[in-house]
């Protein structure tokens, strides 16, 4: 099957599916999340494939949501509009990629925002480079209550995710790896080879034993309230598009809220290369190019 915004390659039992937008530093359109979603069901269908790795071209895994797209496209939607589009696109295609039958593995390199956030961080495992970083920078760049699904917490630990939240801060990926968000951290020229090696390796179990401890695992987050949480948030996350403060981010456009990121103090991660030179912004969390095309 071929795709307008996704790569999708094989080796042997491990399918690899690519986000592959990759002057956009791969953020989110509709056709996108359509078409990921469309390629993890025919991976599940597929009795072949055992291991998916869920990886982004070039030299970002994704920068989020398109919110180019979705300024030009749902501007206007009402709030039942937004509500639908949202809780299928958004909250329920992640809550497919954690709920997927077989193991998910994320590869992930450079920014790794938001949007890229939640759909990383619902694989089973990750692996990253050495250049990743994670941000969710919503809540300063468009008063938004964080993304729509608050997985931050359940990979990251309660304190560490308001940490990143409340100041809108990026983790690199030697701090992922500390706190336990992260499996590995490689070499970013190593990072496919070492992502494939160790899928491979998993694909190596038989696959019935796999599906089943993956549903116990899945189960004890359960039990301990993750899907209630999680859909507690997401009908938080709707209530914040009404307040005034983020219509009027709507109506400034999303220029100055960029700049609000600007604004934040310097911090240790620039001197790492992390953050762009003074004088120079993310646009919403994304290195270089066209401000406020993802989020």
């Not at 969710?136 to 760049?141: C, F, L, Q, S, Y």
């Not at 998993?202 to 359960?222: C, E, H, V, W, Y």
């Amino acid at each position: 099957m071929e795709y307008a915004t996704l790569a999708v390659e094989r080796h042997d039992s491990v399918c690899r599916i690519s986000l592959a937008r990759e002057s956009a530093r791969n953020a989110q359109s509709q056709q996108m999340l359509d078409e990921l979603d469309d390629a993890l069901t025919r991976a599940e269908q597929d009795d072949s494939v055992r291991v998916v790795v869920l990886a982004g071209r070039g030299a970002h895994f994704s920068a989020g949501h398109d919110l180019k797209e979705a300024q030009a496209k749902r501007a206007d939607f009402t709030v039942e509009e937004r509500w639908e589009y949202e809780s299928r696109r958004y909250y329920g295609y992640c809550l497919r990629i954690w709920d997927f039958p077989k193991p998910t593995v994320a590869q992930v390199q450079g920014a790794c925002v938001a949007g890229g956030f939640m759909i990383a961080n619902m694989c089973d495992l990750v692996v990253c480079s050495d250049t990743a970083y994670f941000s969710d920078p919503v809540g300063h760049t468009l008063a938004a209550a964080a993304t729509e699904v608050l997985i931050h917490p359940w990979v990251m630990g309660l304190r560490k995710a308001k940490e990143m939240l409340y100041t809108g801060e990026k983790v690199d990926a030697q701090e992922a790896l500390r706190i336990g968000m992260v499996n590995r951290v490689v070499p970013e020229a190593e990072l496919d080879a070492a992502t494939l090696a160790l899928a491979q390796r998993i694909a190596q179990a038989p696959p019935f034993g796999l599906r089943l401890i993956k549903r116990s695992l899945n189960r004890t987050a359960d039990a301990q309230g993750f899907r209630t949480a999680l859909s507690a948030h997401f009908d938080t996350h709707q209530l914040s598009h009404l307040s005034e403060e983020f219509q009027a981010v709507r109506e400034r456009g999303l220029a100055q809220a960029i700049q609000r990121n600007k604004d934040l103090p310097p911090r240790p991660a620039r001197d790492a290369g992390l953050l762009p030179p003074e004088g120079e912004t993310f646009a919403l969390g994304q290195p270089g190019g066209k401000k406020g095309e993802a989020a």
